[in-house]
């Protein structure tokens, strides 16, 4: 294997500096936003259960997503992290339990929202067990 210098595909866009083809700011030095959000069981959550936890604006491009249990969580859930029509658009977690975190890359890589999206948390296996703590945190980028 020979050693080169290469570009990416949004590099070499931004490198003719051709206005008619330069990239959207939100994938090229566009504004990287947050969203958190927690949650608390009031009763057992079973597996197939919704909990939505924020809503990203048109235009956003989903990055990635940070999902976590607080010391003292009982119980064991696997599920993704999405929207009604994309259901892991932010991953899909395995199973976290007492005291652990997850980071999940989102599955659409600069592909923007095209209406407003909430997302949810769906449970595919396992349970949240009563008064644990659920921590999410969403991040995507847009236009400066």
Known sequence: MA????YGTNYTIADTKNPTT???SAKWNGKLRALTETYTAAAQIDLGSHIYVGTLPVGAIPRFAIISTAA????EVTGTIGSATTAALFGTFTTIAAASTQFLVATAANTPLTAETAIRIVTAGGHIATSSIID??????EHN
């Not at 050693?3 to 290469?6: L, N």
């Open 3 to 6: 050693t080169g210098t290469t």
């Open 22 to 24: 330069f990239l959207d």
């Open 72 to 75: 003292g969580a009982t119980g």
């Open 136 to 141: 999410v945190q969403l991040f995507w980028s």
